[in-house]
């Protein structure tokens, strides 16, 4: 009796450890890998950028998500043309990421159009209700959630930091691609709140490298102005350019005036 029971003990032992087997196996299996999609409306090229998508690989790595382990990012640019944003939003959906992160109020709208099921983490979105991103703050509804630019009172800071350096200053150039949402929604907001300061906001749209110089030139005309430059992908690409011609105007003006040249004059 013994020895059979032996024997039972034996052969239940041998069935559970290969019952046990196809479990370690499924446990040493590697991770599924999840594909996330990336749009960033900017350039390739831009250092801005490849550091910003460091940051967030760098940012997903810290969380236990790692590219070649457990997920795959897939990453489109629009090299900054508005133009191209449908074609490329419609590329990258056509991937079936299991999420897309994306740049700027044009990219999420681009996105928008092409799936109401992925869901879609925006950054650098200024007015997500107007634009028709999201239905609200509280309550986003929909596939689509993320990060608020700017609260619409940052354009009446601004500008008083303007008047604060320069406080001679009566005419402020707002720089910005009309194309681009928040350009039209900063621009409102400054014309509503400048008269309270004694500023007159003169729109100052650009596109290229060619425009800001024009822009810029023309606008140096006429004294006791400032520069007042919201976020723009234009611009951005562009910062030293701006900030070269704006200290070339204020080098020219000093040449020209001498002692008598103020800041905001």
Not at 27 to 45: D, F, M, Y
Not at 91 to 118: D, G, H, M, W, Y
Not at 167 to 184: E, I, M, S, V
Not at 248 to 262: E, T
């Amino acid at each position: 009796m013994s020895r059979i029971r032996r024997r039972d003990f034996v052969i239940l032992l041998g069935c559970g450890t290969t019952a046990a087997w196809p479990i370690a196996a499924r446990a040493q299996q590697p991770e599924r890998t999840r594909r996330i999609g990336v749009l960033v409306h900017g350039s390739q090229t831009g250092a801005v950028w490849q550091q910003r998508l460091a940051a967030f690989r760098d940012g997903l790595e810290g969380l236990g998500w790692q590219e070649g382990r457990n997920i795959h990012i897939v990453t489109l640019f629009s090299d900054n043309n508005y133009d191209r944003l449908p074609q490329v939003a419609q590329e990258l959906v056509a991937l079936s990421p299991e999420v897309i992160f994306a740049n700027t109020t044009p990219a999420t709208k681009a996105l928008q159009k092409e799936t109401r099921t992925t869901p879609i983490i925006f950054v650098q979105v200024s007015d997500p209700i107007s634009a028709g991103v999201v239905a609200s703050l509280a309550r986003p509804g929909g596939n689509i959630t993320g990060f608020l630019l700017y609260e619409a009172s940052i354009a009446g800071k601004w500008l008083g930091m303007l008047k604060e350096i320069a406080p001679h200053l009566t005419r402020a150039g707002l720089l910005g691609n009309p194309k681009g949402f928040p350009y039209d929604y900063f621009l409102r907001i400054a014309k509503a709140i400048a008269p309270s300061l004694g500023i007159e906001i003169v729109p100052a749209p650009i596109a290229n490298a060619e425009d800001i110089d024009r822009s810029i030139e023309s606008f140096a005309r006429v004294p006791n102005g400032g520069l007042l430059v919201p976020p723009d992908n234009a611009v951005n690409e562009h910062r030293d350019l701006v900030i070269a011609l704006a200290a070339r105007v204020a080098c020219l003006l000093y040449m020209r005036l001498g002692n008598s040249w103020r800041p905001g004059g």
